[in-house]
């Protein structure tokens, strides 16, 4: 037996362990301190109210012979493609076909299991800053992988040049960790070059609820030409608080194709050799938050979170701080003051804001000298940080 060696090409996954440990440290030095995290990419508030009761009538339904269901569709259930599809017209304003759209446990899952349809003697162009697991889980399959760098002269959205064919090209926006978000014309210069390149575009818009720039897509389809070179990838964890539910799903146009072979019927393909689906008890609460009502409540949920945001700009302007998202996206991505490194300035708002952040180099090379603050937290904590930090920043 040989083992996948590739999988010894992994970096160790240090950051979130990294911060565990400073902060045990710190806590156990300083045991009356109260810390408030501010680098939480996870959720807070509960599932809404409609979605939480589908939840429960769904769970009775299983519980009664005649209402009892089985092994779920390995796409998805109609009720969920429905309403999915009607997201994408009333919400979005474009035409999903239910029968392009594979309804999964999540965009993580999602993201790394794509690329079983994908051969392996591609090369992939990665951004850099980016959510980790484009990385990693190319690595596992040994792929080639180039960098395209998210940075201040761009904005953090790159674009692509001369250097950057690849055949598979990830864009994450709005952006974790940066929170940029593409506009329409910069999306058509991908959509352009990938077409060009005869690439694929691997689209992650786990983050498309937060997007309020109308200039801003929030579906890679709303581009010209897109159906003919990108996968999106969706998720209800963000969108309606689904981190510990697990729901996700894809859009593959049936108009994708690549020497004559259907992506859609590749990914299904995979699916349904390799899953068997998604809850019904879960899809039914997916659909929930997808219906009128959950729908208003899941956007109430955005706003809670963005009075953080907002809150941290506002402060953050008031200090004369750089940073970067906040306006499409529940990230902010703080240029650390005085030129401090990532970690520096980590140390300096744990021991003297008792307050909690992501460094920006955890999320690749030119994350370095960068800071991840989330707006998934309690207004009243991150006010009462946000006060900390006024106190201490004038004083580096
Ligand atoms: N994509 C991005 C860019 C993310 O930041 C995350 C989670 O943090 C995910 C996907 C994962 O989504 P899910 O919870 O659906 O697996």
Not at 328 to 345: Q, R, T
Request: aromatic share 12%; charged share 20%; hydrophobic share 35%.
């Amino acid at each position: 037996m040989k083992i996948n060696k590739n999988y010894l090409n992994l970096k160790p996954s240090y950051l979130f362990k990294t911060i565990g440990e400073r902060c045990a440290d710190y806590k156990a030095k300083n045991p009356d301190a109260d810390i408030i995290s501010m680098g939480i990419g996870d959720v807070t508030l509960p599932l809404c109210r409609t979605a939480a009761d589908a939840m429960v009538a769904a769970a009775k339904e299983m519980g009664n012979i005649d209402t009892f269901h089985g092994y779920p569709s390995s796409y998805g259930e109609d009720f969920l493609l429905s309403a999915i599809s009607a997201h994408y017209k009333n919400h979005i304003g474009i035409d999903v076909k239910t029968s392009d759209i594979v309804v999964t446990c999540g965009a993580k899952e999602d993201v790394a299991n794509i690329l079983d349809i994908f051969d392996e003697d591609n090369t992939v162009l990665i951004p850099d800053p980016v959510y980790p697991v484009y990385l990693d889980t190319n690595i596992m399959a040994g792929r080639k992988i180039k960098f395209i760098s998210a940075n201040e002269e761009n904005k953090n959205l790159p674009m692509p040049g001369e250097n950057d064919a690849a055949d598979i090209i990830y864009i994450c926006s709005p952006n974790n960790p940066t929170g940029a978000a593409y506009t329409r014309s910069q999306l058509k210069t991908w959509v352009d070059f990938a077409t060009e390149n005869n690439a694929v575009i691997l689209y992650d818009a786990a983050y498309e609820m937060f997007i309020t720039d109308p200039d801003c897509p929030r579906s890679i389809f709303e581009i010209d030409g897109a159906e003919k070179c990108a996968i999106e990838f969706c998720s209800f964890s963000k969108t309606a608080g689904f981190t510990g539910v697990r729901c996700g799903y894809t859009v593959v146009p049936s108009e994708l194709t690549f020497d004559g072979v259907s992506l859609l019927d590749l990914w299904k393909r995979r699916q349904s050799t390799k899953s068997n689906g998604v809850s019904y008890v879960v899809q039914r609460a997916a659909a929930a938050a997808f219906s009128e009502q959950g729908y208003a409540e899941i956007c109430s949920n955005i706003d809670y979170y963005r009075k953080n945001t907002a809150n941290m700009m506002a402060t953050f302007d008031e200090l004369g701080l750089t940073y970067y998202g906040g306006c499409n996206s529940p990230y902010i991505w703080l240029k650390c003051p005085k030129g401090m490194k990532s970690w520096d300035f980590f140390d300096v708002m744990l021991e003297r804001c008792n307050v909690i952040g992501t460094p920006g180099s955890g999320f690749g090379e030119m994350g370095e000298g960068f800071f991840r603050l989330s707006g998934f937290g309690d207004n009243d904590r991150c006010s009462a940080a946000l006060e900390r930090i006024k106190k201490v920043i004038p004083t580096l």
